[in-house]
């Protein structure tokens, strides 16, 4: 399993879990981060990525968050956190 709290990216993109923010989008930059596959699904097709989870494991997040995840276009792990950090701040 994956935990949750703080997760930082090798560039120190930081995605913080909190109360209106799931820890489960932390479990889910985990995996993208141990896993390129995940990572590029992740990116490339995110409905299906989410969908399929990472190793047998979904990830339950809120039809915001998983509204936000999908409807982002970004070339790279940090660039999705990025967008995804500040659309969540900029909604709460």
């Known amino acids: 399993m994956i935990s949750s709290q703080t997760f930082r990216t090798s560039l120190s993109v930081t995605i913080t879990s909190r109360q209106t923010h799931s820890s489960e989008l932390s479990r889910m930059f ?46 790279s792990l940090t660039d999705l956190a990025k967008q995804m950090n500040r659309a969540l701040k900029n909604r709460h």
Do not use: H, W
């Open 30 to 75: 985990a995996a993208a981060v141990v896993n390129r596959q995940f990572c590029e699904a992740l990116l490339k097709n995110p409905l299906e990525a989410l969908q399929n989870g990472y190793l047998g494991e979904t990830f339950l997040l809120s039809m915001e968050e998983r509204e936000l995840i999908t409807s982002i276009r970004a070339d």
